[in-house]
């Protein structure tokens, strides 16, 4: 199987409720074709982003079985698939494939802990279970499992493998990984605080993983360009300091509070959050606008002049 190639922008995609606390399926139409049209390579549904530890198992499903049917055009659709163990994880990419998802993002199960040779294994048996595009996500912060670089590398050997994110704090491993030349996208997570965005494509990596993307996504798509020339990191420079204010502040609140707070503020159809998390107020809230009216973010992608806390001029 030739192995799928993603560069730019992969944006986790937030899930989106109704008033009554469902999924709304049209809000997310509306969601994916805004990333479409503003130049995102692909997203991800059911990530972290997309709370998908508040959703249960039907809803799970039920947003791979319908969303996947909103595929149009290139941007590929790629799915949260982790479960609480191995068998889960792979009854779910079976199901994802089965469905029509263009690939499956995996982590390691949360909460258990479990040590980097089990999870390299895990890695090993769910992408032998399917043949279906899929991701590692190196997130220690959130799983307590850590992978080093020699294990992602020998799990990059896999077919199957055709992504790699990296949120962990280390330049080096993202500069290991790369003197590598494995047969993947190297992308990172866009948390500012952990600092891989610049070294990442400063050493050749391929796009970012994000989340800010669901606020700005012509901005990050461009901020996430691979570098072929000077042109290309000077344009880059500029892209990512002037957006370093929203950064900062999507990644201020446990994700996704800050991001869908601010979405719904400025009129993109997002919804509340899952209980028990809250949406950002007050000055909290106030900010997130400010920095969305100072880039533009209003004007530039025609969103509703009433949206809360956004004067009409």
Avoid at 115 to 124: R, T, V
Avoid at 160 to 174: L, M
Avoid at 178 to 207: F, I, Q
Wanted: glycine share 8%; with cysteine; charged share 20%.
């Amino acid at each position: 199987m030739t192995k799928m190639r993603i560069e730019g922008s992969f944006v986790a995609l937030i899930t989106p409720f109704n008033q009554d606390g469902t999924v709304d399926f049209s809000a997310f139409e509306e969601l994916l074709k805004f990333q479409r049209d503003n130049g995102t390579s692909a997203v991800l549904i059911l990530g972290s982003t997309g709370e998908i530890s508040m959703l249960s198992n039907e809803e799970r499903r039920e947003i791979v079985s319908r969303t996947a049917q909103m595929k149009n055009g290139a941007m590929k659709l790629f799915y949260g698939c982790t479960g609480g163990n191995t068998a889960s994880t792979i009854e779910m990419l079976r199901f994802a494939k089965a469905e029509g998802a263009d690939g499956a993002i995996l982590a390691a199960p949360a909460y258990i802990c479990a040590s980097e040779s089990d999870i390299e294994d895990y890695f090993l048996e769910a992408a032998d279970s399917v043949e279906l595009p899929m991701g590692i996500y190196n997130n220690p912060p959130r799983v307590k499992t850590d992978l080093g670089h020699e294990a992602l590398l020998r799990l990059f050997k896999h077919p199957n493998y055709v992504v790699h994110k990296e949120s962990t704090g280390r330049v080096g491993q993202v500069g290991q990984v790369l003197a590598s030349n494995p047969d993947v996208s190297v992308m990172c997570c866009d948390s500012p605080n952990l600092g891989l965005v610049v070294p990442t494509m400063t050493l050749g990596g391929h796009g970012t993983a994000n989340m800010t993307g669901n606020i700005a996504p012509a901005e990050i798509a461009a901020m996430s360009k691979p570098w072929k020339t000077g042109d290309d990191a000077m344009a880059f420079r500029e892209s990512y300091l002037r957006l370093l204010p929203l950064l900062h502040y999507t990644y201020s609140a446990v994700n996704p509070v800050a991001v869908k707070s601010l979405m719904r503020a400025i009129g993109l159809p997002a919804g509340d959050l899952r209980r028990p998390l809250t949406a950002l107020q007050g000055p909290a809230l106030d900010r997130g606008i400010s920095i969305a009216n100072t880039l533009g973010l209003i004007e530039n992608y025609n969103l509703p002049k009433q949206a809360l806390g956004v004067a009409a001029e």
